[in-house]
């Protein structure tokens, strides 16, 4: 295999020198000229009798070229390509293999037979994969074993993780009522909606209530004499009101991209981790795709995108409404569907040492209502009973 290197001569008589080489028979591949130069491809074995033909021209090795650049890259950046080499064998080994068997249960009970019975199966960490017959095979091995326990049954390959799901099955029983509770106020506030569903109710609309007032009673009565008692059911919303004061930054940095991206390679166990390649980004944001795991380390394949950030500032309109957010989130309005807004008022807006502080007004229309429990007792004269709570 002929060996070409890429060669620059100084020289502004580029047609003399090209008739000298080619009169000493040298190989030229590939001519290119440039300003003060002229740049040739020629043999490697060449270029001791071009230097020594051409005393007065100053000759510069540029570069490889063909498949010996290819080779001398490859060198150079060895340690890379062996790594992506080595993690494209292990993964492809391991992409047979389970790492992991998730098994997805509250009960605890549940999940340590089902992960006895798998691994009997032959489903453990470190195990080959199987077919999906297999799999449905041991999923009904394990049903027809647990028919009381378990109502359904799913494996889930995902990756190298197993992923078990499953349904308890429960046997009912006809559930007596025990015990008696009235419904009480868990806050302040003037009433908006009764809805009752087991009980009798005590307010009624636009009545005020403090906190712990009765709202509605477990006694059933009839011409003021006790017949029956029960655990009150229903939902009472009020409006509440809350004076709330927070502060929100008004600086803030953006960050944005520039399009340009570097991979890598990342190895990490419980106490460290570290990168293949260094670094030569210096802001950055990464994002990280799992390859594989093998024994306690994880190695993941890095795209490094470099970014600009910039320093920036909220109007007030903009934080206002960010700071309102975080206010919103904080008495879960934007998460409780049993919670609105019915009034809100900025009370007090002031900008101090680079932050908005403010003072809000908030008028919340929530259910209030809350089961308290209580004892009855027998009157002895008239074998009449009493709530014996805070009724």
């Known amino acids: ?38 740049v040739l491809d020629l043999l490697k074995n060449d270029l001791k009798r071009v230097k020594k033909y051409l005393l007065s021209y100053p000759v510069e090795i540029i570069d490889e070229v063909g498949l010996y650049k290819i080779k001398d890259n490859l060198k150079k950046h060895s340690l890379f390509f062996i790594s992506i080499i080595f993690a494209i064998v292990v993964f492809s080994v391991l992409s047979h293999v389970i790492i992991k068997v998730n098994i997805i249960h509250q009960n605890k009970d549940i999940r340590e037979m089902l992960k006895s019975d798998l691994a009997s199966l032959g489903v453990t960490p470190l195990s080959f994969k199987k077919s999906y017959q297999e ?35 429960i046997l009912t029983t006809p559930k007596e009522e025990e015990g008696y ?47 029956n008692n029960v655990c009150a059911q229903g939902e009472v919303y009020a409006e509440v009101w809350y004076s709330v004061k927070t502060k929100y930054p008004l600086n803030y940095t953006e960050e944005a991209k520039t399009g340009k991206m570097r991979f890598n390679i990342m190895v990490k166990n419980s106490t460290n981790e570290y990168t293949i390649l260094k670094s030569r980004v210096k802001e950055k944001t990464v994002q990280k795709i799992f390859l594989f795991k093998i024994f306690n ?73 809350v089961a308290k429990p209580y004892t009855k007792e027998m009157d002895s004269d008239t074998g009449d009973t009493r709530n014996n709570g805070n009724s």
């Open 1 to 38: 295999m002929k060996h070409y290197l890429k060669v620059r001569i100084k020289t502004t008589k580029k047609t003399d020198v090209i008739l000298k080489l080619n009169k000493i028979n040298v190989d030229i591949k590939y001519i290119s000229y440039e300003k003060d130069y002229l």
């Open 135 to 169: 799999y449905e095979e041991i999923i009904n091995t394990i049903k027809n074993n647990h028919k009381d326990e378990i109502e359904w049954l799913e494996i889930d390959v995902d990756g190298m993780v197993i992923n078990v799901r499953v349904e308890e099955r």
């Open 181 to 227: 509770c009235n419904i009480i106020a868990s806050k302040s506030g003037i009433i908006t909606s009764i809805l009752t569903s087991r009980g009798v109710p005590i307010v009624g609309m636009n009545d005020y209530v403090e906190k712990d007032d009765l709202l509605i009673t477990g006694e059933i009565s009839l011409y003021d004499e006790v017949k």
């Open 297 to 369: 380390y994880e190695v993941y394949l890095e795209k490094e995108y470099e970014v600009i950030r910039k320093d920036k500032t909220y109007s007030e309109e903009v934080a206002l409404k960010k700071a309102l957010d975080n206010v919103h989130n904080h008495l879960s309005v934007n998460a409780s569907p049993t919670k609105k807004i019915i009034n809100e008022k900025v009370l007090k807006k002031s900008v101090k040492n680079g932050n908005l502080d403010i003072e809000i007004f908030i008028a919340l229309e929530e259910q209030i209502g």
